[in-house]
């Protein structure tokens, strides 16, 4: 059965594929350097592929020596670079609207210098500079959304269903077994919470392309496309709960509402709730660590352990641990020599990460990298508001996006590292004039972009984003 059910993916994948090519009528041109990036990052290594049993629940971190997959990564930056170059990238632009990214960026690859193993910062540090580029490129295209849903939409169509075809047939890779002998499931990815986040991260893009075709009555072949989204919704409904990761199940259902929410007419004027909702977010994932009891009563609500499957065990182990507490051990050094192999989670096996976004940029890049992560959100909060009255249809999918990675780095981390959400947050974050265009008169909408991003150089200048998000500024 499981080569007929893989030529049978093949074909469904392939007709998907021609539908969609249909809907957009014309090649994918420069989007194949970040449709390929997503392909990769949203599945595992290559030299897993290659090698399905080389490392059960392998996280792809640990192949950041892989030759092949090295490869694959520098044809992606030169082609990527190579694209924005021919684009005219407006770089001025760019690095003005964009400091506080770019501050971040910088301070990872400046860590490098007092790093315990400074090698694996660099190399850890250079892949992760494919991120933005591919974002850019994405960006930089006439119509932003119609680049990424034909993106997302198209990685979708080969890793979801094949993800199902991997774990009823293909065993070696679909599923994984943990020490205790318990039986997961992984699909292309290599872990049940990679693979919720690729479901997550699908799941939110076609809903919210399904939402606009069903108030769309005038696009061509509408009740195929209806058909096809509301399909793929229920392979990603499917896979999220033969994963079992509660985090992706909860951020991809308060991501929905969301979308829903912001449908509704009067939701469209309340810029200042919704920064206002997404700073309660941000309190709530970042102070979590230190009032772990609130969590651990919330879960005994929803019938869910306590301890957030030893989540909050974790938290206050890698605590315990003695860090430079102002610059932390380096980009990606918490998790290397006698550290690595002193941290177990509660079934003793080695740790890879913190399992809260703030945790873990405290415990490698200190208190200076965690004050330029919380300037970075706040002005992509402020950001993704403010598209939200520029243009609507993008601002509602970015408002979910963001409300779903802010809750997602409570139990998860995924901030500043080379892993989807980190890549969804730099996607939506970076400021590029034309991922802001909309209906009103392009000088309206310019002058509105300039005096919302425009940043004073001075001390009062590092405090804009806190009150752009509150509405003060």
Same mark, same amino acid.
């Given at each position: 059965?499981?080569?007929?059910?893989?030529?049978?993916?093949?074909?469904?994948?392939?007709?998907?594929?021609?539908?969609?090519?249909?809907?957009?009528?014309?090649?994918?041109?420069?989007?194949?350097?970040?449709?390929?990036?997503?392909?990769?990052?949203?599945?595992?290594?290559?030299?897993?592929?290659?090698?399905?049993?080389?490392?059960?629940?392998?996280?792809?971190?640990?192949?950041?020596?892989?030759?092949?997959?090295?490869?694959?990564?520098?044809?992606?930056?030169?082609?990527?670079?190579?694209?924005?170059?021919?684009?005219?990238?407006?770089?001025?632009?760019?690095?003005?609207?964009?400091?506080?990214?770019?501050?971040?960026?910088?301070?990872?690859?400046?860590?490098?210098?007092?790093?315990?193993?400074?090698?694996?910062?660099?190399?850890?540090?250079?892949?992760?500079?494919?991120?933005?580029?591919?974002?850019?490129?994405?960006?930089?295209?006439?119509?932003?959304?119609?680049?990424?849903?034909?993106?997302?939409?198209?990685?979708?169509?080969?890793?979801?269903?094949?993800?199902?075809?991997?774990?009823?047939?293909?065993?070696?890779?679909?599923?994984?077994?943990?020490?205790?002998?318990?039986?997961?499931?992984?699909?292309?990815?290599?872990?049940?919470?990679?693979?919720?986040?690729?479901?997550?991260?699908?799941?939110?893009?076609?809903?919210?392309?399904?939402?606009?075709?069903?108030?769309?009555?005038?696009?061509?072949?509408?009740?195929?496309?209806?058909?096809?989204?509301?399909?793929?919704?229920?392979?990603?409904?499917?896979?999220?709960?033969?994963?079992?990761?509660?985090?992706?199940?909860?951020?991809?259902?308060?991501? #929905?509402?969301? *979308?829903? &929410?912001? %449908?509704?007419?009067? +939701?469209?004027?309340?810029?200042?709730?919704?920064? !206002?909702? =997404?700073?309660?977010?941000?309190?709530?994932?970042?102070?979590?660590?230190?009032?772990?009891?609130?969590?651990?009563?919330?879960?005994?609500?929803?019938?869910?352990?306590?301890?957030?499957?030893?989540?909050?065990?974790?938290?206050?182990?890698?605590?315990?641990?003695?860090?430079?507490?102002?610059?932390?051990?380096?980009?990606?050094?918490?998790?290397?020599?006698?550290?690595?192999?002193?941290?177990?989670?509660?079934?003793?096996?080695?740790?890879?990460?913190?399992?809260?976004?703030?945790?873990?940029?405290?415990?490698?890049?200190?208190?200076?990298?965690?004050?330029?992560?919380?300037?970075?959100?706040?002005?992509?909060?402020?950001?993704? #508001?403010?598209? *939200?009255? &520029?243009? %609507?249809?993008?601002? +509602?999918?970015?408002?979910?996006?963001?409300?779903? !990675?802010? =809750?997602?780095?409570?139990?998860?981390?995924?901030?500043?590292?080379?892993?989807?959400?980190?890549?969804?947050?730099?996607?939506?974050?970076?400021?590029?004039?034309?991922?802001?265009?909309?209906?009103?008169?392009?000088?309206?909408?310019?002058?509105?972009?300039?005096?919302?991003?425009?940043?004073?150089?001075?001390?009062?200048?590092?405090?804009?984003?806190?009150?752009?998000?509150?509405?003060?500024?």
């Amino acid at each position: 059965m499981g080569p007929i059910a893989l030529a049978a993916c093949v074909c469904f994948s392939t007709m998907l594929y021609i539908l969609d090519n249909k809907r957009r009528n014309k090649p994918l041109g420069a989007l194949w350097f970040p449709l390929v990036y997503l392909l990769f990052e949203c599945s595992r290594p290559i030299v897993l592929w290659l090698n399905p049993g080389g490392q059960e629940g392998a996280s792809s971190s640990n192949f950041i020596n892989s030759l092949p997959d090295t490869l694959l990564l520098l044809f992606l930056f030169a082609g990527g670079i190579y694209v924005l170059i021919k684009r005219k990238l407006h770089w001025s632009f760019f690095f003005r609207n964009n400091l506080y990214i770019l501050f971040f960026f910088l301070y990872c690859g400046l860590s490098i210098l007092w790093a315990d193993f400074p090698i694996i910062s660099l190399k850890a540090w250079i892949k992760m500079l494919i991120q933005p580029l591919m974002a850019l490129v994405i960006l930089t295209e006439s119509d932003v959304i119609d680049a990424l849903t034909t993106t997302v939409k198209r990685m979708a169509f080969i890793l979801l269903p094949l993800s199902i075809v991997l774990i009823k047939y293909y065993p070696v890779y679909g599923r994984y077994y943990t020490l205790g002998g318990v039986g997961t499931y992984g699909g292309v990815t290599t872990y049940k919470n990679t693979l919720g986040a690729l479901c997550m991260f699908a799941g939110l893009l076609i809903l919210w392309n399904l939402i606009f075709l069903l108030r769309d009555k005038t696009q061509p072949s509408r009740n195929i496309h209806l058909l096809v989204n509301i399909s793929m919704i229920g392979i990603t409904i499917w896979l999220m709960l033969t994963a079992d990761s509660a985090t992706s199940l909860a951020t991809f259902i308060i991501g #929905s509402f969301i *979308l829903f &929410l912001f %449908n509704l007419r009067f +939701m469209k004027t309340k810029v200042v709730l919704i920064k !206002i909702t =997404l700073i309660v977010l941000v309190i709530i994932s970042s102070v979590s660590v230190f009032f772990p009891t609130i969590l651990e009563n919330a879960a005994n609500m929803l019938g869910r352990d306590p301890t957030l499957t030893g989540r909050t065990v974790i938290w206050e182990r890698v605590l315990s641990v003695d860090t430079n507490p102002l610059f932390g051990p380096g980009y990606s050094n918490f998790w290397q020599g006698e550290r690595a192999s002193q941290l177990l989670d509660v079934n003793q096996v080695p740790l890879n990460q913190a399992h809260n976004g703030y945790l873990e940029v405290y415990k490698n890049l200190g208190l200076i990298g965690l004050i330029l992560l919380g300037l970075t959100i706040f002005t992509s909060i402020s950001k993704v #508001s403010n598209t *939200l009255i &520029l243009n %609507n249809s993008l601002g +509602m999918l970015q408002i979910a996006y963001m409300a779903a !990675i802010l =809750l997602s780095n409570v139990t998860e981390a995924s901030y500043g590292i080379k892993s989807i959400l980190w890549f969804i947050f730099i996607l939506i974050s970076i400021k590029y004039p034309a991922n802001m265009k909309d209906e009103r008169p392009v000088s309206e909408t310019m002058s509105q972009i300039t005096d919302s991003l425009h940043y004073k150089a001075t001390t009062h200048g590092l405090l804009i984003p806190f009150f752009q998000c509150f509405g003060l500024q």
